[in-house]
């Protein structure tokens, strides 16, 4: 895995291909996402335009990128809203582990300093084969620019509905959360609370309905007293479960929406002299490496990170070659994996 910044070797190279598809796209006169859309050999372009576009490729010497020498190594660019927390590096690995094995170099970074915009003109001057965009916003004009261009680009677990034509990745998040809830049930808890994601992020949201629906499924209403929405965030989390269970009708079980959050219910029960599980039983969301490590280990809902890096790696390196998903959206299933973090009831509801 590596990161750096394109120099000015390749903002000339990036500019050079730029002016070579737009002469390309004057001379034929067509549009230069036309002329994208035959380089990067898409279907919805007609026999004699193509041909026509083709045969000024071969003219102007363009070469596509996966069509350049075998020695040269690819790369993809995988950019995160940041690199903390124990999702961000399952997801690192489960790209980097299947970009190995099939000798593709990663380069990685963060949307803290540089805009998903500068990221876009990165992968063009770096001649990357496309980048994987990991729970982040996209601006209009990005959107745009990506479908224009088509620019291959795979989005993990965007914050909001991309356009159709950007593929994206995902768990099976509403039906993941609504398992864990209904197996809380089954262990005779009644009063569950959560800490939710925020509700702009889909996957966040789509959690915190799985929650709603497996309590509505049961006859249970929804209390907004024992529910907090934070960032998937340890801190945020803590200060969200002190309030919760410093209510006059605390919960017996809470379901958090990722490990980091997970983690501060954690530590929120011990600060309140709660014991894990006797007192709290506590579930989880991801199943990162944290959750078998904690103080009781977490029983969570896990997300399949290496079939996810895998995913989001082929469905790339497909575009990067012509070729676009059967489908749009693509959801991987989750699965339960029980601890010691949760139990039978046992604590006798006063209220």
Known sequence: MTGHRAD?????????????????????????????????RRRDVGAA??????????????????????????????????????????????????????????VTGTTGRRSISAWLEECVALGAAGI???????????????VEQRL?????????????????????????????VQHLLELGHRRIGMVAGRSHSLAGAARLHGYRAA??????????AIVRSTDFDYAEALTASLQILRGDDPP??????????????????????LAVPEDLSVMSFDDTLVAAMACPPLSAVRQPFEELG????????????????????IELATELVLRTSTSVHRRVNTA
């Open 8 to 40: 000015g070797r390749g903002k000339e190279r990036q500019d050079a291909q730029h002016g070579l598809l737009t002469s390309v796209a004057a001379e034929a006169g067509v549009s230069l996402s036309t002329v994208s859309k035959v380089v990067h």
């Open 49 to 106: 335009t193509r041909v026509r576009v083709e045969e000024l490729l071969d003219r102007y010497g363009y070469v596509r990128l996966w069509e350049r020498d075998p020695a040269t190594p690819r790369q993809i660019i995988v950019v995160f809203r940041d690199l903390s927390g124990p999702y961000t590096l399952e997801v690192v690995r489960g790209i980097v582990d299947a970009a190995g094995e099939l000798g593709i170099d990663v």
């Open 132 to 146: 994987v965009i990991v729970i982040s916003m996209l601006a209009e004009d990005d959107q745009r620019r990506i």
């Open 152 to 180: 291959p680009v795979v989005l993990i677990d965007p914050l909001s509905a991309p356009s159709e034509d950007i593929p994206s990745i995902g768990v099976t998040n509403w039906s993941g959360a609504r398992e864990a």
């Open 215 to 224: 309590l509505d499924e049961a006859g249970i209403g929804y209390d907004p």
């Open 252 to 273: 017996t079980a809470l379901f958090a929406a990722s490990d980091a959050q997970a983690l501060g219910v954690l530590e929120a029960a011990r600060q309140r002299g």
């Open 310 to 329: 895998r995913e989001a790696t082929r469905v790339l390196m497909d575009l990067a070659e012509g070729r676009p998903p059967a489908s749009a959206r």
